[in-house]
């Protein structure tokens, strides 16, 4: 089975916080898009033509627990992320897991998966997931599909500074799809993606969790 070397350090956990801190366009990163609840960053990194995207998501109504539980577990995932046809864990270590996604293209274009290594902290009410390329003998490459690789992602959980009921989601998307599909359509696609991604999760989440009259 694969390594239980545990490939997350503190120093990527630190990463994601420091990108999260950076300041605009100081640091390279341009607005793609600012809407009520949403707000997405872009970023070239060295030697890469995939570009970070970084986006503030307000997700009013939402307890910083309840995001976390509606992001990790995937059999709730697969409920309102319509992104993946598959998604499981492959395997569960101490601290991190592997796992798996499908996720299924237009007629015409090769469908994409991806193994991935998935770790979590909390610490205060803040939750960080951080996830990372990763290889298990349960899912080989294949020809059935091109095989993406992350480059970085991850997210931050936070309560709102005046509402701990609501919490504010950092999303960060770095992923090669691979293939054929020019870099400047894949930059252009992950750009668009916070927003509507954003909306399924709310409306999931108050069909999950109603208000009580």
Not at 31 to 41: F, I, K, N, R, Y
Not at 148 to 176: H, K, M, W
Not at 184 to 208: E, H, Q, V
Request: hydrophobic share 35%; with cysteine; proline share 5%.
């Amino acid at each position: 089975m694969a390594s239980a070397e545990n490939p997350f350090s503190d120093a990527d956990f630190d990463r994601l916080l420091l990108e999260e801190r950076s300041s605009a366009r100081a640091d390279g990163w341009t607005q793609l898009d600012s809407t009520a609840g949403a707000e997405v960053w872009t970023k070239i990194t060295p030697n890469c033509n995939i570009h970070l995207v970084k986006a503030f998501l307000d997700l009013d109504g939402v307890h910083a627990d309840h995001a976390l539980e509606l992001l990790y577990d995937l059999d709730i995932r697969k409920e309102y992320d319509t992104l993946f046809h598959r998604y499981e864990v492959l395997q569960e270590f101490e601290d991190y897991r592997i796992t798996y996604a499908l996720i299924k293209f237009p007629p015409g274009v090769w469908n994409r998966d991806i193994v991935q290594a998935n770790a979590k902290r909390s610490r205060d009410g803040e939750h960080i997931i951080l996830y990372k390329n990763a290889e298990h003998p349960d899912q080989p490459v294949t020809s059935a599909n091109v095989r993406a690789a992350t480059i970085f992602s991850g997210s931050i959980i936070r309560p709102q500074a005046n509402d701990s009921e609501s919490c504010t989601l950092t999303v960060f998307l770095q992923t090669d799809v691979k293939g054929w599909i020019p870099a400047r359509i894949i930059n252009y696609m992950t750009g668009k993606s916070p927003g509507p991604w954003r909306d399924s999760f709310l409306a999931y989440y108050r069909k999950k969790y109603p208000k009580s009259d």
